[in-house]
């Protein structure tokens, strides 16, 4: 599946500084190519059953390499460098790794803890953060070369103990937000100067947060909260206001449904000023005004909503779904706030990501080996890619956005 | 300049294939090195005296290499292809260049009118648009190659003739959007069947559209009228409803002031759901509520602006100014609505241009011959880099980009 030819790239060359003939020959073949090409189409697409992942262009709708070796991928995320050349994978098994796009390969790889369940990278692009499970904290390495630069401990209390760490973000400023979900606090660490992190600690802000996210402009974190019915919000722009809460009977409905699965809030879409938010449980999409924090209506969908992600241009919103109707995505039109279209891309649907400027999405159905690309104005299939068990997909224009 | 080595790019390679002894030399010194590297971090800028652009590293802050040839870079603007690997430089010559960041070089340059002003990119990065005032029309070209796809004249009117083309910007569903100053008309064209556009007119918008902008979203297009007091608007979501008169009475005040300059409106900043404009001939910055339409507030600066720019974050606009007060730049606090921080970064401050997610700002200022690089955050200087009476600068996170 790889057409990146190592033998040829600069970097084994200058290893190899005598080997002529072979790099001659090996030039000859024209295999050096692919490597010298633009980073700002590509992404990876994670094999979460085989520990690797596949990187895609998305101009060309092909795979372009494939890379082993990258451990437990089951729950794993990425960021990218601020060059769009290197992802760091961050494994359920705490290993870290950086994978060079143009030369298919690991470039380096730590195991950084026993429990893990994603990461951030800074503003500048300097600073990767793990956030971790066991042992509870967050580890902070250098982009360039995963050395560690600073660890916080989520340790809390009186007793010393360390709590999970959820719902890690990246905020402008080169800070971090993150939950605490045994303590149910959320704090948020300047690194600035990175081996003497700044943190700031807002305590009591509700019962077990699960997860958390952060607004398109860096300004507003949340954190859903599993043992309570809404979410803790913090203003980074003013965080002498401490923690609020929001969205107070968001989860709670006329009868408690069976959750099958709780929904990602990484994946929320913003639009305008509205907020399109999974309901826990329920068949619906929750519209909420981003400026009262109030909820401003509900749209009716084919199941319980796993991600639910806007394109690009926020005209629509698109839906994937938790057991027994993942094999399912619905297309929500926001002005009409109901459902246009219903797609089939194959079995358990993990994850959508739209190109860049919302052309086309991808896809991935799991149980089909497959990943799906539409064009989403006449939601006719573009293309289709073999995956061993695909989850996450990845572009690089996350390198330029903040919260991703 | 360069530290771009020619000889050993794999392409250049490919062409001398038996020149071995001379490619494994080449090879040996190192060379190649610098073309096997991301583009997320790239950028371009203009050097109008010279018809030169210089290549930029915003990781490292320096220049990676100098690209002569492109004829007259007065008022030049340029798009990204959507792998970040190529600048389509648009010269005010009719000259369209397609530059090669990673090579240093221009891979093809077609005379493609007599007067342009600048050009668009498809939303799939497959057409190449470009604006014209003489012959008056709009020509695609395939990014690929720059072969010519189609030609728009803008043709009105009972007598043939053809107006100047401005205000031209791409829309999501392959489109493109210009204004025709003379005809007092907006066009959109969708371009999915590149080689036959559909084009839809907007007649009787205002006396003389000089300049237009979209929205970040992609769904409304402005022009700015300078033959009347007032903008026309054009909701793309909704074309049936025409377009529609907005800001009456922007840039009317209690007294007519001299314009020193034409404020950019390509560079008007949008932040939550206001849009910060400059305001016509008068020292102040128009705050514009997005939802109303309506002006909801003035904050006074140096000087007449010219660009308006929002960092990615949203919490600052900053401003440059006309003649005579074109060495300051004014940074606004949009919670406060006031000037927070003056900044002098040299003679005939021309551009600002902010890294993807806002930790840093670009400022060209020409007549000291040099590119001042800011720290947003602490407003220290982080870099100064040398150019020649540079102008635009360009990062290549507008390949990801609505409406850039």
Same mark, same amino acid.
């Given at each position: ?8 790239? @600069? ?185 003497? @992190?700044?943190?700031? &600690? ?41 923690? /609020? ?69 926020? /005209? ?24 246009? &279209? ?63």
């Amino acid at each position: 599946m790889s057409k990146i030819c190592r033998k040829v790239s @600069p970097v084994s060359i200058k290893k190899f500084q005598l080997g002529l003939a072979t790099a001659a020959l090996a030039l000859l073949a024209g295999c050096a190519t692919p490597t010298v090409r633009g980073t700002g189409d590509l992404g990876v697409i994670i094999e979460r059953a085989t520990g690797s992942v596949q990187v895609v262009d998305s101009s060309r709708f092909v795979s372009i390499a494939s890379v082993k070796g990258l451990g437990d991928l089951s729950h794993a995320s990425l960021v990218y460098s601020r060059d769009g050349r290197y992802a760091y994978v961050f494994g359920r098994d705490g290993g870290l790794s950086k994978v060079d796009l143009l030369l298919g390969k690991i470039e380096r790889r730590v195991m950084q803890a026993g429990n893990s369940i994603g990461g951030a990278i800074s503003q500048d692009g300097t600073l990767v953060a793990a956030q971790n499970y066991a042992p509870g904290g967050v580890k902070v390495f250098s982009a360039d070369t995963l050395e560690q630069v600073a660890d916080v401990p989520s340790t809390y209390g009186s007793a010393g103990q360390r709590s999970k760490v959820v719902g890690l973000a990246d905020a402008p400023g080169n800070r971090f937000v993150w939950s605490l979900f045994d303590a149910g606090e959320i704090w948020v660490g300047d690194f600035t100067d990175a081996a003497k @992190p700044k943190i700031q &600690k807002f305590e009591n802000i509700g019962t077990q947060p699960y997860d958390g996210l952060i607004t398109p402009n860096g300004r507003y974190y949340m954190a859903g909260l599993f043992g309570e019915d809404g979410m803790a919000l913090v203003d980074l722009w003013h965080p002498e206001q401490g923690a /609020r809460r929001i969205l107070n009977g968001y989860g709670k409905g006329e009868e408690k449904l069976p959750v099958y699965k709780m929904p990602h809030l990484r994946g929320w879409a913003v639009a305008g000023k509205y907020a399109y938010v999974p309901a826990i449980g329920r068949h619906e999409v929750l519209v909420l005004d981003m400026e009262t924090w109030q909820e401003a209506g509900r749209i009716k969908v084919a199941g319980q909503p796993v991600f639910v992600i806007a394109r690009p241009d926020g /005209r629509q919103v698109w839906v994937n779904f938790a057991f027994p109707d993942n094999g399912n995505v619905d297309v929500i039109d926001v002005e009409k706030r109901s459902v246009v &279209k219903q797609l089939a891309p194959g079995k358990a649907v993990l994850h959508m990501e739209f190109t860049p400027r919302g052309e086309s999405v991808w896809v991935s159905a799991r149980d089909d080996n497959r990943v799906v690309v539409y064009d989403t104005a006449s939601f006719a299939q573009r293309a289709v890619l073999a995956a061993e068990s695909p989850s996450g997909i990845f572009f690089t224009s996350r390198a330029a956005r903040i919260g991703f």
